[in-house]
């Protein structure tokens, strides 16, 4: 009977070790996950070529300073007369000079074009955050109109990570149209689905929680969203969509993913919104 117990009390002893040790791991895991989610949730590339070696003829490259004192970069064409103009706010990796040929087939339908490398993103300073990239936005939008632009005759387009800052700037300030392109109801949401073993929502310092703005939004809003997206499923832009108020329209894109982003027909359809919005 004694050697038994002891056996026993030996087995005990070696799984509250592998349990204290595995719990060990985990925690380190999540500590590792903490200190390096900003790296896993924004890839910038800093090539910052000008315009013009991109095929861009006639485009400004300019630098505005932000609220906290950071340059950013700024890509800008002015619409023909009667025409409105388009902020663009890009998402988590590159920068707008991978973006160039979005930027010519809105220049091509005479809409203006203002497309803006975050700070840490192309030539622009600094490190990306949450409210940096918004600040920066609202740089970008302020200089706009310090050129004599409308606000009604403003467009704020986003894609992808870049939907949550311009649902943020289009809910504190006023615009023509909001166009979101594969957007999410937060980007907690997605990393959450993407780890489900780690307290996301309690270590994430970067959640952009549109679904908490969105029904702050005034401007007419279109929503487009690839039925096959793995990166930000459809459901997350059907619930943020549902969750808005006033003039909207859903595009589900059949059998499309998140590189619809970079399909010229998904622009189409975003310039033909906005023809129909800015000529009511």
């Known amino acids: 009977m004694r050697a038994v117990t002891m056996d026993k009390g030996l087995g005990m002893g070696w799984l509250k070790a592998i349990l204290a040790g595995l719990a060990l791991v985990y925690l380190g895991l999540v500590a590792l996950m903490a200190v390096s989610q900003r790296q896993l949730q924004y890839f910038p590339t800093q090539r910052a070529p000008d315009p013009a070696a991109v095929g861009l003829a006639g485009v400004q490259d300019l630098r505005l300073e932000t609220s906290d004192s950071e340059t950013v970069s700024l890509w800008y064409a002015p619409a023909t007369p009667g025409r409105p103009t388009i902020l663009f706010l890009h998402g988590n990796a590159g920068e707008v000079a991978d973006r160039a040929p979005r930027f010519a087939a809105y220049r091509a339908a005479g809409f203006g074009a203002a497309f803006l490398s975050y700070r840490g993103y192309g030539a622009s300073s600094g490190s990306p955050t949450e409210a940096g990239l918004f600040q920066d936005a609202r740089a970008a939008y302020y200089w706009l109109l310090a050129q004599g632009i409308n606000a009604a005759d403003l467009a704020i387009v986003g894609e992808s990570l870049g939907t949550g800052v311009a649902v943020k700037l289009a809910a504190s300030v006023p615009a023509g149209a909001l166009v979101l392109g594969a957007p999410f109801s937060a980007a907690s949401d997605v990393a959450a689905a993407a780890y489900p073993w780690l307290p996301v929502r309690l270590l994430m310092q970067d959640q952009f929680r549109s679904i908490d703005e969105i029904a702050f939004v005034t401007a007419p809003l279109l929503v487009l969203h690839g039925t096959d997206d793995a ?36 622009w189409a359809a975003e310039m033909t919104f906005l023809d129909q919005v800015f000529h009511r």
């Open 231 to 266: 990166v930000i499923p459809l459901s997350q832009g059907q619930r943020l969509f549902d969750a808005a108020s006033g003039d909207k329209t859903f595009i589900a894109l059949p059998d499309a993913g998140h590189e619809v982003l970079f399909d010229p027909a998904l």
